[in-house]
């Protein structure tokens, strides 16, 4: 059976930082495409960040770059999503996923999701 566990989130103030960590059993990372979503209430799910050993990567969304970095370790089996300056509009609930490939146009290839983990950003 295959799990991600998603961890890290938390209230922070505008300009801080969290990282997000994602654990993974029953799969490897190293085989798969991996992604960082997040979703607002009433919006659709966005993706952040992605990365596959096959896609190259990491790639990320215009709003995140020089701000977010996407790390993994493979001995652990984990991925992170490490998030610097952060800003009101990065409030969500972010889900790490894994699929065949990694891309950030669609959630749709991705089969396994995480349960999320809640970020707040207060202004």
């Known amino acids: 059976e295959v799990q991600l566990q998603a961890s890290g989130g938390g209230l922070v103030q505008a300009g801080g930082s969290l990282r997000l960590s994602c654990a993974a059993s029953g799969l490897s990372f190293d085989d798969f495409g991996v992604a960082w979503f997040r979703q607002v209430p009433g919006r659709e799910r966005e993706a952040v960040s992605c990365?596959?050993?096959?896609?190259?990567?990491?790639y990320y969304t215009d709003s995140v770059k020089g701000r977010f970095t996407f790390s993994s370790d493979n001995a652990k089996n984990t991925v992170y999503l490490q998030m610097n300056s952060l800003t009101p509009e990065d409030t969500g609930v972010y889900y790490c996923?894994?699929?065949?490939?990694?891309?950030?146009?669609?959630?749709?290839?991705?089969?396994?999701w995480g349960q999320g983990t809640l970020v707040t950003v207060s202004s």
């Open positions: 990365f596959s050993s096959s896609d190259g990567g990491p």
């Open positions: 996923a894994v699929g065949g490939i990694a891309t950030l146009s669609s959630p749709y290839v991705y089969d396994y």
